[in-house]
């Protein structure tokens, strides 16, 4: 695992506060940050350990920083230390300490950065989790490419990572899709039939009316030509009864839904170990043995619900049902298991999918979900709390819309999807990599706009073309420097052994000062399961280094190749080597490919 100095020194805080103030307690610790100055005028850290023990201590914030500003100057490789504002302390290293992070991330390459903190626990992340009614689209993009990028996170801070997508082909959505597929499997046999009448025929009409669904009309007909049709007094095929046909045209509609989904996913770079299927979690017993489980606990009872808070849904009625009582555990309301029918609501559904988790050994379980599912959050945490005896904790990720602009417009539909933009479509028109870091850089509870013009344009403000163009120019460098074989080998294992104490400028140790926070990064995003802040850090790298870069146009001294300094130019390859792994590293967590020379 990758050396932390912030970790490293944040022990010597709390060897100091113990030393100061024996008889605070664990949990208070626990809560002792040390983290970047913004201003390195004021230090390369700061903690805030006195303003948590103050009142702990009953003394003055201001008072315990001062004592212990005094104790952490003796620290070794302190260079300073000073009470500032209402009680933080700020520290500033010995210049050698900071330098000594490269031979780290040059030894390590890209698993600098790597974290224990994670201490193997086993989290089940779950994203995307489209039903399989329709091509992917940019709804489902985001979520697929935070739920990623939040389990290679994970993954990197010492986690046991489990990416899963749950397949929901339990529902009246996949009975409607086979219908659509049923309609466009009539059409290849050259039904005379009109699409106005079969849609009578079917349960609330055709709903799938999308041009991806004619493959699998005509894969049906050839499958199994005109065994699943009758025929009609004209010789053309006519729809037969829904009994004699659905189970076999559901199963290979979802079969070829999930077939295109996996493709779709791959080629945005996600690889989900685990596809769980919500009717086979059911064919399994798995939803009714939870629902045991909670009637055992008494937590569930026929009742009768308040109606909804405004105008009333057709399909309400008031009518005993069988109710969780979820607000027990937090929720607003109590939530109901059955339907009218006597079949399981999407809620039961769900707790049976959950409760499957917990029986295949997750410790922590994160579901990624769009935000108009906002709502269910309440019910679903409260669900898994009273199953798992809050054993199991379930966190939600909410990812919100992205409106895909061309020229500052919305764009046009997607005709092959019929009423959405497909995922391939996007992936097609900016590639994958522009697509899985532009997703990546605003909170995924944000609304954001992704802009086609920018996401490919070579400038500044575009931070796939950023950060990419900092790994190109430090490779660009690293080539120059082995093809001119005058600075000696330029590997990373000779680099790590290079003497830095000629790194002295301000460019240079703001760029050294930016790779050691990196181990610090993964971990603190991690834990608050935030990955856009890996994009919002690579961004800053890539700031510093390109201020470096320019520095060194304006100030000889400061370029990275000098022939008549060759320990200088030394450590500078090590620093420029230090800089391409560290970008390599995030890139690696975001799912991005680096990028050897920009064309």
């Not at 808070?309 to 937090?330: A, H, I, M, V, Y």
């Not at 802009?451 to 344009?457: R, S």
Request: hydrophobic share 45%.
């Amino acid at each position: 695992m990758s050396d932390c100095v912030f970790q490293r020194y944040r022990h010597h805080v709390l060897a100091t506060v113990r030393e100061l103030l024996p008889d605070v307690a664990e949990d208070t610790l626990a809560r002792v940050e040390l983290t970047p100055t913004r201003d390195p005028a004021h230090g390369d850290m700061a903690t805030n350990a006195a303003l948590l023990l103050a009142r702990v201590a009953k003394r003055k914030p201001a008072d315990i920083a001062q004592e212990l500003a005094q104790a952490l100057a003796a620290v070794p490789g302190v260079a300073a230390a000073a009470a500032a504002g209402p009680g933080f302390v700020n520290i500033t290293l010995e210049p050698a300490v900071l330098r000594g992070v490269l031979p780290d991330v040059l030894r390590a390459g890209e698993a600098y950065g790597a974290s224990r903190i994670g201490a193997g626990v086993r989290v089940n992340v779950e994203y995307v989790s489209a039903n399989p009614t329709g091509p992917m689209h940019v709804g489902h993009c985001r979520g697929a490419v935070v739920g990623d990028a939040l389990a290679n996170l994970l993954a990197k801070a010492g986690f046991a990572v489990t990416k899963e997508f749950y397949i929901n082909d339990a529902g009246t959505q996949v009975r409607a899709l086979a219908w659509a597929a049923y309609w466009r499997y009539l059409q290849a046999l050259g039904t005379t039939m009109e699409q106005d009448a079969f849609a009578e025929l079917a349960p609330n009409g055709l709903q799938y009316l999308g041009d991806y669904l004619v493959p699998v009309g005509m894969e049906l007909a050839a499958e199994y030509g005109a065994k699943l049709a009758e025929t009609a007094e004209d010789g053309t095929a006519r729809p037969a009864p829904e009994a004699t046909w659905l189970e076999t045209v559901r199963g290979f509609t979802v079969a070829h839904m999930l077939k295109a989904i996996r493709e779709d996913l791959a080629a945005l770079g996600v690889n989900q170990e685990v596809f769980t299927s919500e009717a086979d979690v059911l064919a399994r017993g798995v939803t009714e043995t939870a629902i045991q489980t909670l009637e055992q606990q008494g937590l569930l009872y026929e009742g009768i619900l308040e109606p909804p808070k405004g105008k009333l849904p057709e399909d309400w009625e008031e009518r005993e049902q069988l109710l969780f009582r979820s607000t027990d555990f937090g929720d607003d309301v109590d939530r109901p298991l059955r339907k009218s029918d006597g079949t399981n609501t999407y809620f039961a559904n769900d707790i049976g999918c959950h409760a499957d988790k917990v029986a295949r050994g997750a410790q922590v379980m994160i579901d990624v979900w769009g935000a108009d599912h906002g709502g269910y959050v309440k019910r679903m945490k409260a669900a898994v709390k009273a199953l798992t005896r809050d054993a199991v904790p379930l966190e939600v990720v909410l990812c919100q819309i992205v409106h895909i602009l061309r020229d500052g417009q919305p764009v046009r539909m997607s005709k092959r999807a019929g009423t959405f933009v497909t995922l391939r479509d996007l992936i097609d028109e900016v590639g994958r990599d522009a697509v899985r870091f532009t997703m990546l850089t605003r909170k995924s509870d944000a609304q954001m706009e992704f802009d086609l013009d920018l996401v490919v344009a070579q400038k500044r403000d575009n931070p796939v073309f950023y950060v990419q163009y900092a790994h190109a120019r430090c490779r660009s460098v690293l080539r120059a420097a082995a093809e001119d074989g005058s600075y000696g080998p330029v590997d990373a294992a000779t680099l790590s052994t290079a003497g830095l104490e000629s790194l002295s400028a301000d460019a240079e140790m703001a760029l050294v000062r930016r790779l050691a926070e990196w181990p610090r990064m993964v971990e603190a995003a991690a834990l608050a399961r935030e990955p856009h802040r890996i994009a919002f850090y690579l961004a800053d790298v890539a700031a510093d280094f390109h201020a470096l870069w320019n520095r060194g146009r304006d100030d000889a001294a400061l370029r990275f190749l000098q022939a008549d300094a060759l320990d200088a130019t030394r450590a500078r390859l090590a620093l420029v080597a230090s800089t391409a792994a560290v970008i390599r590293s995030g890139l690696a967590v975001m799912g991005v490919e680096p990028v050897e020379e920009m064309r």
